[in-house]
């Protein structure tokens, strides 16, 4: 019996130089290398859309109506006079500050 004859690297680059010769393995290598090398969206995901409506969201409208209805309450408890009001109501305007400066303040941050 004839032992098979081992691999050597000079036979593989020969086997893979008569494969690339071949017209299907080549246009599927040029498509493939056109796909690593030529993004369509550099650096862009599927959810991006969704998560800039998202975050459009609760800086925007839902931050506003809860702004709104945070100073109603927290008046309505300065007028009685409920004990730690003053602390609330500072803590109201600290939170309004974050909701509706939250896309200035990271912007800044990360210069985008």
């Given at each position: 019996m004839r032992r098979p004859r081992p691999r050597t690297t000079h036979t593989l680059i020969a086997r893979l130089r008569s494969a690339?010769?071949?017209p299907a393995v080549s246009y599927g290598l040029l498509l493939a290398a056109l796909t690593i090398a030529l993004p369509i969206q550099a650096h862009a995901s599927p959810f991006d859309t969704g998560f800039n409506n998202l975050q459009t969201l609760f800086t925007g409208t839902i931050a506003k109506v809860a702004s709104i209805i945070a100073i109603v309450l927290g008046g309505i408890g300065f007028a009685t006079g409920e004990p730690g009001a003053k602390k609330n109501l500072a803590g109201v305007a600290i939170g309004i500050g974050?909701?509706?400066?939250a896309v200035n303040i990271l912007s800044w941050?990360?210069?985008s």
């Open positions: 690339l010769r071949k974050i909701a509706t400066l941050l990360w210069g």
